[in-house]
């Protein structure tokens, strides 16, 4: 009686065509993970949620505000050695886009906290150039929170301090003073 | 001097004011020290005063979901800002409402409702960052110092900062149920130590603090043979830091006016940042 090992065929695509082609009967099992046609890829969260399927009204709001978000950060640094002052304009731009941005914060606390980090940062940059450091961080964290929008509050840490890592603040510049209201010095 | 020894309030600058002056001063002084100790009691006393206030304040916006309401409850609470009068704090507090109140927000109350509005808006904002101040602060409190050290086996810091739904909890009863502190051994044989310190808290503004200082500085040599409780350790405060700092230490703290004296007592030196 032939063996259920017997009766395996593994499937290897044919380098040529990319057909897969079967091969003779092995006695063992070649784990999903070890074929090159199922190796993980990404997929992009436009082809993940085209339009209108599947996704909650906010969900696609933000996605649309979080690609505007990522252009006017381009088209900033793109501009800032021809054109200091529209550079800089674009970032004045990406502020209200920011501001909409924390209305879907329902999308959860660590996308909250993330915008929440942008919103600052850029307002407490309001008086400064902004450096080719900066303004690639700012993309990246845009480009990553569009692409991973459900972040817990550790995961939205981590991109808040790399914000701080190029010399952005990423919180109300008010906190000192509730810091000083609270600090424990002041208890009644 | 190459050795600090730690006292809260540069804890709490370096951890929840780190922006601020003060914050910025004691993350320098903790650099320009080869060795910089931090007592366990030190983060005992940073998760009891600063970090249960910060929670305090997270939970009024978390529940009242209006940063006016949450800082009108802040100033009805009687507690005074240390650098700032209550006027200029609130007057800085609420140039933050106007900076943001200043973006037309009509179209985006329209679009997503009461959320949009500004008072909701920088309830979230501020609260957001209390949170995240608060848990980056705890995750870095055994970091911030060369080492911790005098650990205190009846506290625990396991779930000291824990959420609740939307609230953040912060572990009231952090001393274990044990008969009596850990602390207690040693105290015991340190009579002549708390004899003169209780001397000098006596000299000492008569706030509320002192006297439950003095009570029990006075307990611990008069009543040695009586338990000494999770209290009476957190009364001891800054009779602490000056007791068990090395002798070859310098005490690191901003509150020079209530420790100098007790640490030049026993012929130790304060320094602040």
């Known amino acids: ?188 | 001097m190459a050795r600090a020894f730690v006292e809260t309030t540069v804890l709490v600058d370096a951890l929840l004011k780190r922006r601020s002056d003060t914050g910025i001063k004691a993350i320098e002084a903790l650099r320009r020290f080869e060795t910089t100790e931090l007592p366990v009691y030190a983060i005992k006393e940073f998760q009891s005063g600063p970090l249960k206030n910060f929670a305090w304040f997270h939970n009024k916006l978390a529940t009242t979901k209006s940063f006016a309401a949450a800082v009108t409850a802040l100033q009805k609470m009687a507690m005074t800002p240390r650098r700032y009068t209550v006027a200029t704090a609130l007057e800085g507090l609420r140039e933050a409402a106007e900076g943001f109140g200043s973006i037309p927000v009509g179209k985006l109350v329209e679009r997503y409702g009461t959320s949009a509005k500004t008072d909701s808006v920088l309830c979230d904002m501020f609260r957001l960052s209390i949170k995240v101040n608060m848990v980056r602060a705890w995750a870095k409190r055994r970091s911030i110092c060369t080492s911790t050290v005098h650990p205190l086996s009846c506290y625990s810091e396991d779930s000291t900062l824990r959420q609740d739904n939307d609230l953040l909890v912060v572990d009231s009863s952090p001393c274990r149920g044990a008969v009596e502190c850990c602390l207690a051994g040693v105290l015991r044989i340190r009579q002549d130590e708390s004899r003169t310190l209780r001397d000098v808290v006596l000299t000492q503004s008569k706030k509320a603090e002192n006297e439950r200082r003095a009570r029990t500085l006075r307990s611990l040599y008069r009543t040695p043979k009586r338990p000494i409780t999770a209290d009476m350790c957190r009364d001891l405060g800054d009779a602490y830091f000056a007791m068990f700092a090395p002798a070859d230490s310098v005490i690191l703290s901003t509150n020079l006016r209530d420790i100098e004296p007790l640490a030049s007592a026993l012929g130790k030196k304060v320094e602040r940042p």
């Open chain 1, 1 to 188: 009686m032939a063996t259920a090992a017997a009766t395996i065929r593994e499937l290897k695509p044919d380098a040529g065509t990319g057909v897969s082609q079967p091969l003779e009967a092995k006695p063992n099992v070649v784990a999903i993970s070890d074929s090159p046609r199922y190796q993980p890829s990404r997929i992009s969260i436009d082809a993940l949620y085209p339009d209108s399927t599947g996704a909650t009204d906010v969900f696609r709001t933000s996605q649309r505000l979080l690609a505007t978000a990522a252009n006017y950060v381009t088209e900033s640094a793109g501009l800032r050695w021809t054109d200091p002052v529209a550079s800089d304009d674009k970032m004045s731009q990406l502020f209200p886009i920011l501001l909409e941005l924390f209305c879907c914060r329902e999308l959860g606390e660590g996308f909250a906290a993330v915008i929440n980090g942008l919103i600052h940062s850029v307002r407490n940059n309001a008086s400064e150039q902004w450096d080719g450091t900066q303004l690639k961080e700012v993309a990246s964290v845009i480009d990553s929170l569009r692409s991973e929008p459900y972040l817990n509050l550790d995961q939205a840490i981590a991109y808040l301090d790399r914000m701080e890592r190029v010399e952005l603040v990423p919180e109300p510049p008010e906190l000192d003073i509730l810091g000083d209201w609270l600090d424990g010095q002041s208890l009644r």
